[in-house]
C-alpha cells in the first residue's frame, strides 16, 4: 500500500519507498538521507499537523507537511 510520510502517526517506522518528483527540494531531500531503503520513525508532529520531526540516521529532521506528501513509505510493523 502506497502511504505517504505525513500520514504516519507518532512513533510509527516506515521505510521510504520513493520521492515524488517536488523540483529543487527533492535534491534537497536526498542530500539529506532522504533516499529509498532508508528506515525513519516520526518523533512528533505540531497540532494540525506541520511540521513533523522524524528521525533518520541517527539525526532528527523537521519536514513540512507539504514535503512529507511527496515522500511514500512502507510501514514497519514491530
Do not use: W
Amino acid at each position: 500500500m502506497k502511504i505517504c510520510l505525513a500520514q504516519l502517526k507518532v512513533n510509527e517506522k516506515a521505510v521510504i519507498t520513493s520521492i515524488e518528483n517536488i523540483g529543487p527540494i527533492r535534491r534537497r531531500l536526498l542530500d539529506m538521507g532522504l533516499v529509498k531503503g532508508t528506515q525513519v520513525l516520526v518523533i512528533r508532529k505540531a497540532p494540525l499537523g506541520d511540521p513533523m520531526e522524524i528521525l533518520i540516521k541517527g539525526y532528527n529532521l523537521s519536514l513540512r507537511k507539504d514535503e512529507a506528501n511527496h515522500i511514500f513509505v512502507a510501514r514497519i510493523n514491530d
